[in-house]
């Protein structure tokens, strides 16, 4: 059964994955709650559960909505849908977000100089007369 505790653990395992996989945290945050909640991203990979708004917010960057529904204990059927259904959910954000994460790294990579870029740029400056006030700001 998916209990709010449940989703937040399954939630924070995806998250923390990824960080221990090399990821940066801040990517992770951003592409779940937005730049704008480190402290709360934070606090929750060292355990403190969300609340349904934030769930949503991380959830709904991957075009999941929360819904409640009530749900009678002894129900074993409705129970195992909507166990099915979240382990679906938690599939697909842990591939989407992975994804995301892995073309983050290539465009972070690729906008990156490199001091290879940075020597050739030198030499053509020194060659039409630039001379920079400092050396090599590398």
Request: net charge negative.
């Amino acid at each position: 059964m998916a209990t709010n505790e449940q989703l937040n653990n399954q939630v924070r395992e995806i998250f923390t994955r990824a960080i221990q996989d090399g990821h940066k945290k801040n990517h992770v945050c951003a592409l779940t709650l937005g730049n704008q909640c480190v402290p709360q991203f934070d606090g929750f990979v060292k355990g403190r559960d969300f609340g349904i708004k934030p769930m949503e917010r991380a959830l709904g960057a991957f075009d999941y909505e929360i819904h409640l529904v009530p749900v009678a204990k002894t129900d074993h059927k409705a129970l195992a849908t909507i166990d099915g259904m979240t382990n679906d959910c938690m599939d697909n954000v842990t591939t989407l977000l992975l994804s995301s994460l892995d073309k983050e790294t290539l465009r972070s990579a690729a906008s990156k100089k490199s001091p290879m870029f940075i020597d050739k740029a030198s030499d053509i400056l020194s060659e039409i007369g630039y001379k920079p006030e400092v050396e090599k700001a590398i």
